[in-house]
């Protein structure tokens, strides 16, 4: 399991976040919610140690991420970025490959280009796999940078904003490519996502931030509620069952 302890952080003098408590499960897709500048991100940079907190700390799997040797954290903890700086002369070959680069230090084996062609076919990239990243359209490229999250083949999967540029189909495509390999491979999936019906309807817990707090905490059922969802985003919300699915109307 992720276990988030008093977690604090600020930016200079504002807190991004405030002491933070929770325990993600093994298995399944836990979503965090809420609306910008609530920390969904800053929460999941701390995780997966790209950012260290204030104060606070972050266990996976009885791990300090703080203090375990970046080359063990990497096989068991793999993240996407909300911003991904690669070259664009990259093919979507090599970018995946480099998922495997815990294990291979840059030298393939067979079993790492069973791997690579493995997520490429997942996130149906197989025909891409020879493009340069810049002849790729936002969502072809974001496919990509998740099939190298997924080649990385560890049990736990960060994803920050998986679905930005994803138009509806590729969006919907994703989720249930998400859901599958929590089903399917055994993933513990960790998204950060603004759409609170895929969270609805794709999620096993959500995590709600407001403020750099966790306010509410809860299985889809419990946090697709009008009265929580307004008082997370602000705005009116309305909450119909549709195809035994709770919907957020709120346009």
């Known amino acids: 399991m ?8 600020n930016y200079q003098t504002i807190p991004v976040l405030k002491n933070v408590n929770a325990t993600i499960s093994k298995g ?32 996976i799997q009885n791990m300090d991420v703080v203090n375990t040797p970046s080359d063990k954290l990497a096989t068991y903890l793999s993240v996407l970025r909300q911003e991904n700086r ?5 093919t979507v070959f090599e970018l995946v490959g480099f ?16 791997y690579i062609h493995r997520a490429l076919e997942f996130l ?3 025909q891409y796999k020879d493009r340069f990243l810049d002849e790729l359209s936002g969502g072809q490229r974001q496919r990509a940078y998740v099939a190298m999250v997924l080649c990385q083949d560890t049990e736990y999967v960060l994803l920050d904003e998986p ?9 919907v495509a994703m989720m249930k490519q998400l859901r599958r390999a929590a089903d399917e491979l055994g993933k513990t999936i960790v998204i950060v996502i603004h759409d609170i019906n895929f969270a609805s309807v794709y999620s096993d817990y959500i995590l709600a931030m407001k403020n750099g707090e966790l306010v ?14 307004q008082d ?3 705005t009116p919300v309305k909450i119909e069952n549709i195809y035994d699915q709770n919907i957020a109307i709120y346009y």
């Open 216 to 229: 509410y905490q809860g299985n889809p059922q419990q946090i697709m509620d009008a009265t929580i969802l």
């Open 28 to 59: 399944g897709i836990t979503a965090i919610i809420g609306p910008n500048g609530a920390g969904k991100s800053t929460l999941l940079s701390i995780v997966s140690r790209l950012l260290l907190a204030d104060e606070g700390q972050v266990k």
């Open 124 to 126: 149906e990239l197989t």
């Open 232 to 234: 997370i985003f602000d």
């Open 99 to 114: 998922g495997r680069y815990p294990y291979s230090k840059g030298h393939l084996t067979a079993d790492d280009y069973e």
């Open 86 to 90: 690669f070259t664009s002369r990259l």
């Open 163 to 171: 679905l930005n540029n994803l138009d509806m189909k590729h969006a």
């Open 2 to 9: 992720i276990e988030i302890d008093n977690i604090s952080k």
